[in-house]
């Protein structure tokens, strides 16, 4: 399995790593540091398994990083992560289909594992449906983590 992690502080990159590599032993992993990066790494090599980004990043934000992505390789699920809850977050056009689950970032230690794991197992009774609810017109399904 290979797994690529994008977030802009190491301290969150390497619990990310350590949580992966605790349950996940033989997942092959590598970083990047902002949204620009992460596309960058994902054309040189488009053949991961999946992708775990921070929304907030320098250069291009995780959704746009996820707009990049799904041009290059659309096969990729992206769990996008962030500081901030979902619908805290304004979004003027859908978001990619390439960002499969949604995980807020005190939430990540507890979710992060159960969500690899049912990605690669593509069990899809572990998440559930969220719609945004704030618009006359849904802007984005999305698989957020239970």
């Known amino acids: 399995m290979k797994i690529l992690i994008a977030d802009d502080h190491k301290i969150l990159r390497n ?7 605790e349950n996940f032993i033989t997942a092959e992993i590598e970083e990047a540091t902002n949204g620009n990066e992460l596309v960058e790494k994902v054309s040189m090599k488009n ?3 999946m992708i775990i980004s921070d929304n907030s990043m320098p250069g291009l934000t995780g959704i746009q990083a996820a707009r990049e992505i799904e041009k290059i390789n659309e096969n990729i699920p992206i769990i996008l992560i962030s500081a901030y809850p ?3 977050q304004k979004y003027s056009s859908p978001l990619p289909k390439n960002i499969v ?4 970032k005190d939430q990540l230690i507890d979710k992060i594992s159960f969500v ?17 609810k704030n ?3 849904a802007v984005f399904p999305l698989l957020i983590a239970c």
């Not at 619990?15 to 590599?21: D, Q, S």
């Not at 690899?116 to 945004?132: F, M, V």
Request: aromatic share 10%; glycine share 0%.
């Open 15 to 21: 619990i990310l790593i350590k949580i992966v590599k």
């Open 47 to 49: 053949d991961w398994d």
């Open 86 to 88: 979902i619908y805290a």
């Open 101 to 104: 689950c949604f995980i807020e």
């Open 116 to 132: 690899i794991d049912a990605l690669l197992e593509k069990d899809n009774n572990c998440i559930k449906y969220c719609e945004n």
């Open 135 to 137: 618009r006359k017109k």
